[in-house]
């Protein structure tokens, strides 16, 4: 697999919740880090949540902290987006990307070398 595949995206309202999931399965990704970004209409590519390699460190923007919760499961390739309370302003597409490194606590947008195409959440108010 060259890249990772979004998924889960779609519309809510305000207050609701949805899980995006990011297939990302096999050796080109399972020792390194993954993150979730956002970009909106007219906006610069946001920093949302990322995670280590093995799952047990993640980090969050200040924007989602507390809403939004990144996990992965390993078995599965998989690295999952959890967003509750959702706002309009999180409306967005969203892309799930992997780090270059195994771990990311200092990783910054240019830490990460491959992206998926995104999937559109759209909060209504």
């Known amino acids: 697999q060259g890249e990772p595949v979004e998924s889960g995206g779609g519309s809510v309202q305000a207050g609701g919740s949805l899980r995006l999931s990011c297939l990302a399965s096999?050796?080109?990704?399972?020792?390194?880090?993954m993150g979730w970004f956002r970009q909106a209409p007219g906006k610069g590519r946001e920093f949302v949540a990322d995670?280590?390699?093995?799952?047990?460190?993640?980090y969050y923007g200040n924007s989602v902290k507390g809403r939004f919760t990144i996990s992965r499961d390993i078995t599965k390739g998989t690295i999952y987006l959890q967003m509750n309370n959702l706002k309009p302003e999180d409306t967005a597409v969203y892309y799930c990307?992997?780090?270059?490194?195994?771990?990311?606590?200092?990783?910054?947008?240019?830490?990460?070398?491959?992206w998926g195409r995104g999937t559109q959440v759209t909060v209504s108010s």
């Open positions: 990307a992997k780090a270059d490194e195994s771990e990311v606590d200092d990783a910054t947008i240019s830490d990460f070398g491959s």
């Open positions: 096999g050796p080109t990704f399972s020792n390194y880090g």
């Open positions: 995670i280590n390699w093995s799952g047990t460190k993640s």
